[in-house]
């Protein structure tokens, strides 16, 4: 299982665009087609809404890719 981290410099991102910003799509339209396929879970549950906000402290996993997110400091 592959683990990344991600700095949030503000109160939330959109998972859409979480996932391009951490390279595991070329786009934010890419990124939604991955959360409308099902394969996302936020905090262990199936996410479907492409713009959810993601805030610090939580989960993300996709796959085998899960991504932590923090607080910036």
Do not use: P
């Amino acid at each position: 299982m592959q683990e990344l981290d991600f700095e949030l410099d503000r109160d939330f991102i959109e998972l859409n665009q979480l996932l391009k910003l951490v390279g595991l799509c070329d786009s934010g339209g890419a990124g939604k087609a991955i959360v409308a396929s099902g394969a996302v879970s936020v905090d262990g549950a199936q996410e479907l809404r492409k713009t959810c906000k993601i805030h610090a402290g939580q989960v993300v996993q996709i796959e085998d890719i899960v991504i932590h997110v923090h607080a910036a400091e």
